[in-house]
């Protein structure tokens, strides 16, 4: 049966094929070909992928990057589509859904909306109450940043708070839309924010995310 992750590997596969190895993306500094490189090296290097969080891995991780990101475009993608190996963790269905749903929903939308006349996907509802679960669950860490309250809204009332404190912004949208926003692409993201004005201009332009 496919999963969520499953379904957005395959969907980011086809986007960075179609889009080619230099098409813009919503990661700043990254071509199609350096974050499918990225996607690779998360999953198939962990020696390396650790340095997306420690910063003292940080050389090691940006070499590895860059030997990846040297390969053929058309191998890069293929190794996208088709995950990692059996004895990798991320081969195990459960951690798959877990570490990878939102991932490559992401990713899949830093390829897309970064194109010209880009659309909203339209999202099923289960796929989008899996999202939500995830907002609810990571909220905190991705708005630890945020300079003022933040708090974020489900457009059937169902709110998650990412951030406490005064004065509070709260941003409304789909789960999809919200993640996003919380992930840092704020500019993307199709939400309202409501609150003092000031105060969304600052969570418009915090750091949030990882």
Not at 110 to 134: C, N
């Amino acid at each position: 049966m496919s999963t969520h992750a499953k379904r957005e590997r395959l969907l980011l596969a086809d986007l960075l094929e179609a889009a080619g190895p230099d098409a813009p993306t919503l990661c700043e500094g990254w071509r199609t070909r350096d974050l499918a490189a990225h996607v690779v090296v998360r999953e198939r290097r962990p020696d390396a992928a650790a340095g997306i969080l420690l910063s003292a891995l940080k050389s090691r991780l940006d070499r590895v990057h860059a030997e990846f990101a040297a390969k053929p475009y058309e191998e890069l993608v293929q190794l996208v589509r088709t995950g990692p190996s059996r004895r990798s963790p991320y081969a195990l269905k459960q951690v798959d859904e877990a570490a990878n749903t939102v991932e490559f929903y992401v990713h899949a939308e830093d390829v897309r909306r970064a194109q010209e006349q880009w659309t909203p996907r339209e999202l099923d509802p289960v796929f989008s109450d899996a999202l939500w679960s995830r907002v609810e669950k990571m909220a905190r860490v991705l708005g630890r940043r945020s300079p003022v309250g933040l708090v974020l809204r489900r457009p059937d009332g169902q709110t998650a708070v990412a951030h406490r404190g005064t004065p509070v912004v709260t941003v409304t949208g789909e789960p999809g839309e919200l993640i996003l926003f919380a992930f840092g692409r704020q500019d993307a993201a199709r939400v309202e924010l409501e609150g003092d004005k000031e105060a969304v201009t600052k969570v418009h332009e915090a750091r949030l995310g990882f």
